[in-house]
C-alpha cells in the first residue's frame, strides 16, 4: 500500500519499544467515565506505521447507511482471540495493558482491531463501542496510535460540553468505566492537509 507519512521530529528512532506505564495520567469524566492518556508511550512510532501499513491485510468495507450503501472511510483489520498480531511490539503492548489494568479490568485485553486514515477524508462517525458486552457493563477499551496526528474527540450521550485529545507518534489513550455507555468517540474528518494514520484498538473479549 502506497503511503506518505511525515515522519515526527521528536522520534527519529528505528527502533520500536514500549516505555512504561508510570506516566500514564488519568482525566475523570461525567457519570463514571474516564481517559487515561500517555503521550509518546512507543518509541520508533513511524517506523511501526510503515511496518503496519505494508504488512497488514487491510480490507475496505460497504455499511448500510439510511437508504444506500457506502464506503466506510478507513481500511480495516481485525485481529481475534488467539490470531497472531501482525507486529511483536503490539503483543508486546497487550500484555503490558493487560498486567498494568489487571485489579480495576479483571481481564485481559484478547482483540486488536486495526483502522488506516489515509488522509483527513478518512474518519469514523460518533459511536460508543456497544455491541456486545460494552452496551451493560463498564470495561476499557485502549487505543495505541501510530502515524501523523489526528484528533479523537469524546461527548456525553445526553448532551454536553466534548473533549477532544489530539493521538499521533505513540501516543495512548485508555476509555475506561462507564465511558463506552455514556460517552461517545469520534475521529472528524480534518479539512488541514492529513497524513496516514493507524491506530490499534485493544479490547477484552465480547467487546466490539
Known amino acids: 500500500m502506497t503511503t506518505h507519512l511525515q515522519g515526527s521530529l521528536f522520534d527519529q528512532s528505528d527502533r520500536v519499544r514500549l516505555g512504561p506505564l508510570d506516566g500514564i495520567r488519568r482525566t475523570a469524566l461525567a457519570a463514571g467515565a474516564w481517559i487515561d492518556v500517555l503521550p509518546g508511550w512507543l518509541t520508533g512510532a513511524d517506523t511501526l506505521f510503515e511496518r503496519l501499513a505494508h504488512e497488514v491485510p487491510w480490507r475496505a468495507e460497504r455499511r448500510a447507511m ?9 481500511l480495516l483489520a481485525f485481529y481475534r482471540r ?9 503483543a508486546e503492548a497487550r500484555d503490558a495493558l493487560s498486567a498494568h489494568y489487571a485489579g480495576e479490568l ?3 485485553f484478547t482483540t486488536a482491531g486495526l483502522c488506516l486514515y489515509r488522509d483527513g477524508r478518512d474518519s469514523v462517525a460518533w459511536h460508543g463501542d456497544r455491541i456486545g458486552r460494552g452496551a451493560r457493563e463498564d470495561t476499557m477499551v485502549a487505543i495505541l496510535s501510530v502515524g501523523a496526528p489526528r484528533d479523537l474527540l469524546l461527548r456525553p450521550v445526553r448532551g454536553g460540553d466534548s473533549v477532544r485529545r489530539p ?25 488541514r492537509a492529513a497524513g496516514p494514520r493507524i491506530s490499534v484498538q485493544f479490547r477484552p473479549e465480547g467487546v466490539r
Open 167 to 191: 493521538l499521533g507518534h505513540g501516543d495512548l489513550i485508555v476509555m475506561g468505566g462507564s465511558c463506552q455507555r455514556t460517552w461517545e468517540h469520534c475521529v472528524p474528518k480534518s479539512t
Open 82 to 90: 488467539g490470531e497472531a498480531l501482525p507486529d511483536p511490539v503490539l
Open 66 to 74: 439510511y437508504d444506500q450503501v457506502v464506503d466506510v472511510p478507513r
Open 106 to 108: 479483571r481481564e485481559p
